[in-house]
Nanobody, 122 residues
Framework: QVQLVESGGGLVQAGGSLRLSCAAS????????MGWFRQAPGKEREFVAI????????YYADSVKGRFTISRDNAKNTAYLQMNSLKPEDTAVYYC???????????????WGQGTQVTVSS
């Protein structure tokens, strides 16, 4: 099993920045891809960003491209999501996910964190 714990969410004004962290523990050797997804009230969980083990591959949703940056520190078993130029439509619960494949489909991920709330005020 792999346990994921997110941190770094909060309330920020539009145009501001936040940095989310996702710390993995347990059988982290099973983890190749780490990603971020988000879910707003009344909406389905959607893909935000994913990164491979070596950080050689990173993918972003069109809605966040150029504003968000995903990274990871394997020595610390931690992934990060730097979010800049935040917009009210970025408001959601952000979830960290980990699994064996780099994929945009949340169903392909085996492990999930509990989520952290990000609220962007206008």
């Amino acid at each position: 099993q792999v346990q994921l714990v997110e941190s770094g969410g909060g309330l920020v004004q539009a145009g501001g920045s936040l940095r989310l962290s996702c710390a993995a523990s347990g059988r982290t050797y099973n983890v190749y891809a780490m990603g971020w997804f988000r879910q707003a009230p009344g909406k389905e969980r959607e893909f935000v960003a994913i990164i491979s083990w070596s950080s050689s591959s990173a993918y972003y949703a069109d809605s966040v491209k150029g504003r968000f940056t995903i990274s990871r520190d394997n020595a610390k078993n931690t992934a990060y999501l730097q979010m800049n130029s935040l917009k009210p439509e970025d408001t959601a619960v952000y979830y960290c996910a980990a699994g064996g494949l780099v994929h945009r489909n949340p169903a392909r991920y085996d492990y999930w964190g509990q989520g952290t709330q990000v609220t962007v005020s206008s």
